[in-house]
């Protein structure tokens, strides 16, 4: 299967974020390899929207959203968990794509044993439980994604997108640029507005 390029990032962030949906998240580790499919995500825009965090300018934490497409960008989230988010647009263009869940596919049980929990749906069913369990913290930021060992592969996809408003921010949560994977059950909210 085919690694998305990094032309696929390099587009507007509303293009790409519905598009991600349906694709495998992989992260091969030494010992294992972990996958799952992405039925959840958010889109941060480089313009008109008080959500995204560059949205006050460049800063050392989030200059890699200025940088070139395809890499990643993980940040420490409310004291507790990373999020994991891959950039968009052209260089110097700062958006970029929030992974909200993935369905596990491959290494479920070392995601298990990550997570300390049994429940299936309750490894990745959303962004802070999906870093968990993929063992995705800050030293992943700024990676590339367009190869090994962290990456999203092009898989064919089948299902009904939904959209609604963002989940959990004080600005801009109004702005409908989550998008997921309709009935699937590692969505994180089953909230459709």
């Known amino acids: 299967m085919m690694i998305l390029p990094k032309k696929f990032y390099a587009q507007p ?4 974020a519905p598009e991600l949906l349906g694709q495998l998240l992989v992260f091969e580790h030494p010992q294992y390899v972990l996958a799952g499919k992405i039925v959840e995500v958010e889109a941060y825009l480089p313009e ?6 560059a949205a006050g300018g460049k800063t050392p934490r989030n200059s890699v959203m200025f940088g070139p497409p395809g ?3 993980v940040y420490f989230c409310y004291g507790n968990h990373f999020l994991l988010n891959v950039v968009t647009e052209k260089e110097n263009v700062p958006g970029a794509v929030l992974i909200r869940s993935v369905e596990p596919i491959d290494g479920i049980e070392w995601m298990q044993r990550n997570r300390r929990k049994q429940d299936i749906r309750q490894l990745t069913n959303g962004p802070g439980k999906l870093t968990q369990a993929f063992g995705i913290t800050k030293v992943h930021n700024q990676m590339s994604m367009v190869r090994k060992p962290l990456y999203i592969q092009k898989r064919d996809f089948t299902g009904t997108i939904g959209r609604s408003s963002r989940i959990g921010l004080s600005q801009g949560s109004k702005l409908p640029l989550r998008f997921f994977v ?3 059950p590692f969505v994180s909210e089953k909230r459709t507005s």
């Not at 008109?48 to 965090?53: A, E, L, T």
């Open 182 to 184: 309709k009935n699937n």
């Open 13 to 16: 962030t509303q293009r790409v």
């Open 71 to 73: 890499f990643s960008y």
């Open 48 to 53: 008109g929207d008080p959500g995204c965090h």
